[in-house]
């Protein structure tokens, strides 16, 4: 009997410590996963409140800052054919090496001494325009010499004038002198007569009288006579004045129709020369544009004429060239919803198609293998596909764009925006909500304004 019961003791023993044994282990365990839980909620706290850095991203590809460093077309000026190449594919040209050498296909540049003989025409009609203004001066001299004379025949013709004036009054006065002598005589004649006939004169007295005074009556037929000569001769002077003025006037006309005449030959001649100078200069940059010239520095990468004879028309292109030594931008097109995020001088990181890279777009500084940009120049209008065009260039206060980076090349931008917490960012994700538009210092200032 004491056996079994020391026995039942010794169960009852061993089942109690089995009992505590058992539920001590689940109890620490429980304590572990409690703590891992508070260490995981705590880290999940302290994650939240992380900073994250919002971020648009677009894709887009290399090409150059300035228009004149991009990839360009060569054109012909002229139609012609190839007749010879200097380059091929893939060389480096300096500007102005010639490229192409061309020929002409137009038949009225056929001359191969189109130039000289086309200066001779020039010459010739710059001769003829000295000559048609040496005959301007000639005519120019024979006017005024015809105002001289002009000056001094109406000098003397009114000198003339002014001596049959006086020649009328000088005869006009002894004309009226005739008279009155005519007078006295008939008076002293009846006189002489009367005396006659009352015997106190002789016949004698009285025949001498009466010669006398026929000699009066002569005089003043004769004055008379000279006074009308006179006074025709005054007139002649008055129309040989007029006619002088009148043939002036008339020959003044005709040297002035000459010279004019003279003059248009002589604008005639130089236009006719000033437009066969414009065509010889027209010729001598037509013989220039025959050779196909590097526009600048750069390498030839497509040709798109070949051959040797092919006709090629006018402004055709002929290859392509790759300018030297551009400053290498990037072309990001950017969704329109995303285009207010975006302003001249925002940071911008890049993926180049080529280079790998380690992506944590929150966190760009944890990055590895992207480069930096600044953002330099926005479209105002949509392109083609909808989207718009936003030129980045080379940050200068990170590490330099790769040196084998090409133009054409392809690029991932990551837009860098804000700092946010990472909470906030999760809850404008699920809520579908733009980025922020107004930065932080923006927002603290339109609050002060309020």
């Given at each position: ?168 009054t000088s005869d006009s006065i002894r004309f009226e002198q005739a008279k009155v002598n005519y007078s006295i005589g008939e008076q002293q004649l009846v006189r002489a007569e009367e005396l006659l006939e009352k015997g106190l004169r002789s016949l004698t007295d009285f025949e001498t009288r009466k010669l006398r005074f026929q000699e009066v009556q002569a005089n003043l037929i004769a ?228």
């Amino acid at each position: 009997m004491l056996n079994i019961s020391r026995n039942n003791v010794e169960k009852k023993v061993s089942f109690e410590g089995f009992k505590s044994l058992v539920m001590s282990e689940p109890t620490d365990q429980s304590k572990k996963r409690v703590r891992v839980l508070l260490w995981f909620m705590l880290g999940t706290v302290l994650f939240i409140f992380l900073p994250w850095t919002q971020n648009v991203r677009s894709n887009g590809y290399v090409t150059a800052l300035r228009p004149d460093q991009r990839p360009q077309t060569v054109h012909s000026i002229i139609a012609g054919r190839i007749e010879k190449w200097y380059v091929s594919e893939g060389d480096y040209v300096s500007k102005g090496d010639t490229i192409l050498l061309i020929s002409e296909i137009k038949d009225d540049y056929f001359d191969p001494q189109l130039l000289e003989r086309t200066q001779l025409q020039v010459d010739a009609k710059v001769l003829s325009a000295k000559s048609y203004e040496q005959k301007v001066k000639a005519q120019q001299i024979q006017i005024d010499a015809l105002r001289a004379n002009n000056i001094l025949r109406k000098e003397q013709a009114t000198n003339r004038l002014r001596m049959a004036e006086l020649k009328v009054t000088s005869d006009s006065i002894r004309f009226e002198q005739a008279k009155v002598n005519y007078s006295i005589g008939e008076q002293q004649l009846v006189r002489a007569e009367e005396l006659l006939e009352k015997g106190l004169r002789s016949l004698t007295d009285f025949e001498t009288r009466k010669l006398r005074f026929q000699e009066v009556q002569a005089n003043l037929i004769a004055s008379e006579n000279n006074l009308l000569s006179s006074k025709n001769e005054l007139l002649a002077a008055q129309i040989e004045l007029n006619a002088i003025d009148n043939d002036f006037r008339d020959r003044m006309a005709k040297a002035e129709s000459e010279m004019y005449s003279a003059m248009s030959s002589q604008f005639d001649s130089e236009a006719a020369a000033t437009k066969l100078s414009n065509q010889f200069t027209n010729y001598e940059f037509r013989t220039g544009f025959r050779h196909i010239l590097a526009p600048q520095d750069g390498y030839i990468t497509q040709a798109i004429q070949v051959g040797i004879g092919e006709t090629i028309k006018e402004g055709a292109q002929i290859l392509s060239i790759l300018p030297a030594d551009a400053q290498l931008a990037v072309e990001m097109f950017v969704e329109p919803v995303d285009l207010p995020l975006l302003r001249p001088g925002n940071k911008v990181r890049f993926i180049f198609d080529g280079w790998p890279a380690i992506v944590f777009s929150g966190w760009p500084q944890l990055s590895n293998g992207t480069f930096g940009g600044k953002v330099v120049a926005i479209d105002n209008f949509a392109g083609p596909n909808n989207k718009y065009r936003v030129l980045v260039v080379e940050d200068p206060e990170e590490d330099p764009w790769p040196y084998a980076l090409k133009i054409g090349s392809g690029a991932d931008g990551i837009a860098l925006l804000n700092d946010v917490p990472i909470w906030y960012e999760i809850w404008r994700q699920l809520n579908g909500f733009p980025a922020d538009y107004y930065t932080r210092k923006e927002k603290l200032a339109n609050k002060n304004n309020k």
